[in-house]
């Protein structure tokens, strides 16, 4: 994966990047050294590193891999830093070759769709480790058909948040106060909910199609 050490400083920018994508794709266990890492449901260890090349026009790249103790590495994923600036004459890096480091053409850096993009990866693959055509789900019980119909309205009618006094409102006369927040913590803790503000993970979407009475 990785070539390059980046300077502490580099590093302390990537944390913050790291800490915004954390928010919202669970299982984020933090920096060991070089590397920040998430640690998924079946076993999965996600890594990633940030890597650059040593040459006039500088690219920094976030690499990411993801194995587990089976099968090892079985995807990986690479978001050049170059793919999301808006001119291609002068795309964004890290500047830290003297002085202290800082992000170089900032203004012209998409870093929003940088982070959106590695959410989705991540959550493509707790969806993958769920999906029953490729690896049974024995972790997650059968949803019923109240708790798809609490994800679809969380999903259609929240923004995919998964308020309880929302969600109480539109179901109280099926679900006690008590029952929806036990359920809610339960999802947590499985990763298919993100931790507060809880949102419903692609993991939590597939298991309602896939389960739906």
């Not at 299982?27 to 999965?44: D, E, K």
């Not at 690499?63 to 690479?78: D, H, I, S």
């Not at 600036?85 to 002068?90: F, H, W």
């Not at 959106?116 to 990866?121: C, H, L, M, T």
Request: charge should be negative.
């Amino acid at each position: 994966m990785r070539q390059n050490n980046p300077s502490y400083q580099a590093l302390a920018l990537m944390d913050r990047l790291m800490e915004t994508i954390s928010d919202r794709a669970p299982g984020y266990q933090g920096r060991i050294g070089a590397c920040w890492y998430w640690r998924l449901s079946g076993g999965v260890l996600v890594t990633f590193a940030l890597d650059y090349s040593v040459t006039e026009q500088r690219w920094d790249v976030l690499e990411a891999e993801a194995t587990t103790p089976r099968t090892g590495l079985f995807n990986a994923a690479r978001f050049p830093f170059a793919a999301y600036g808006t001119l291609v004459s002068s795309p964004p890096f890290i500047h830290d070759m003297e002085g202290e480091a800082e992000w170089a053409n900032r203004l012209y850096f998409q870093m929003g769709h940088l982070i959106e993009d590695a959410i989705a990866w991540l959550s493509m693959l707790q969806a993958a480790i769920i999906d029953p055509q490729i690896h049974a789900p024995a972790a997650f019980p059968q949803l019923n058909a109240l708790e798809c119909e609490l994800v679809r309205h969380a999903l259609d009618a929240l923004n995919g948040r998964f308020e309880l006094k929302a969600l109480h409102t539109a179901f109280g006369d099926r679900i006690s106060q008590r029952e929806l927040a036990r359920l809610a913590q339960r999802w947590e803790d499985a990763h298919l909910l993100t931790e507060a503000p809880r949102r419903v993970t692609v993991a939590l979407r597939a298991l309602t199609e896939a389960y739906a009475p």
